[in-house]
């Protein structure tokens, strides 16, 4: 008898957590590393350090350039921003041609 019980127990707590489970959202994305930082850290500081995937060149942008508004920094990667050009030829970044 006590077995009927204990088994009747798993089962009725397996549905009222089956149906606790269902009434609640789950996410439908999925975790995936976060965009790279482009935020401006410093108000004055908005030089681009970009580092070259293919060459790995470190060139900086600035407001204005071509490339500026999709060129995207990543710290992870060694990319950085800047406050003046200057800052960035001493840290060993070259202006970039466009």
């Known amino acids: 008898m006590s077995k009927i019980i204990f088994f009747a127990v798993l089962v009725i707590g397996g549905l009222i957590a089956r149906e606790f489970i269902g009434n609640q959202s789950s ?18 500081c908005n030089i681009k350090g970009n580092i070259s995937h293919n060459s790995q ?6 407001p204005g350039m071509q490339d500026y508004e999709g060129t995207n920094i990543d710290p992870t990667y060694g990319e950085r921003w800047f406050c003046t050009e200057a ?3 001493e840290n060993g970044w070259q202006k970039a041609p466009n």
């Open 27 to 44: 996410p439908t994305t999925t975790s995936i590393a976060p965009p790279p930082i482009t935020s401006i850290p410093k108000p004055d």
């Open 87 to 89: 800052e960035a030829r």
């Open 57 to 62: 060149r470190k060139l900086y942008h600035i």
